[in-house]
């Protein structure tokens, strides 16, 4: 598989970014990556690396897209962005995924605009693999932020493509899907989710019904559907949560004396294993569902585990021929 990287845009890049693509290819024998982005930069950093040369390549590209670009104004005139460059290749056919941090927005316009979306999609919808509380056990969010203002036909497209995703590359037979709302009952939410809630009721699909925030990573369902805007709102919740609790946990151990100190050795472990699957770090980033190639968007702030995992997310995704996976669902599902 040959996955091409965009190197620069992310907070900790380029170094986070090579070194998350070294880790990728010594953990997997199959995978090539390119590494895009100023190539002076990036050759005089992997100078004292030690890597397979026959996995490691590099596509020159001098622009770089920050945060503070305008995402369509940033595609149209930094063409030769490591963003954009990385974007053409692919579209073109020269690889078969890709990973950027860089600028969601910029990311989503371009991948919409180069990579072109499947027929049939509205928009491409931002959607991480988040953990759950039961082990080895994944649920995906469609939508995490991409789309803020959604119409219900959008949502049910969401819910087809996080279905296929599930079935394609979870290997769930049936994947359960859940709309996200403000209560459990179907009469429940606003003008949106219930008329979102009828159309899923009505589609070719294992829909359970309505779900609230508090069973976001219950395991509950295997799909959550939802706007960007909801979505968004409750992943930056859930990971606010989770630093807070670790933070007042440090905080109590340290206040407690021995007896807290002793207690934290006998958890630590444990306390470990927890702060590693809630990490983002694992997950790796989301993907835009819907796009014709498999386009993965890292968090900006990615360390270089962070960027292998989402490479060898790419790579699975697109060994499971995800894009035409989510073509063929969106042809087969109708409405009752």
Known sequence: MKIVLDCFGGDLCPQSAIDGALLAVEENEGLHITLCGDEKVIADYLKNKVYDLQKISILNAPEVITNDDVPTMAIRRKKDSSMVVALKALANGEFDGMVSSGNTGALLVGASILVKLIDGVQRASLSPLLPTIEENKNTILVDGGANVDCKASMLREFAIMGEAYMKAVCGIKYPKVALLN??????KGNALTKEAHELLKNTDINFIGNIEARDFLTGVADVIVTDGFAGNMCLKTAEGMGKAIFTLLKSYILQGGLRA???????????????????SDSVGGGVFLGVKKVVVKAH?????????????????????????????????????
Not at 182 to 187: P, Q, R, S, Y
Not at 321 to 335: F, G, H, R, S, V
């Open 182 to 187: 403000n209560g459990a009952e179907e009469e």
């Open 261 to 279: 100190k002793l207690g934290y050795l006998l958890l630590k472990p444990s306390l470990r294993k927890l702060k590693k699957i809630m990490s």
């Open 300 to 336: 900006g702030a990615s360390n270089a585990t962070a960027f292998k995992n989402a490479i060898m997310r790419a790579d699975e995704m697109t060994k499971a021929n995800l894009p035409e996976k989510i073509e063929e669902a969106l042809k087969d599902k109708t409405i009752a």
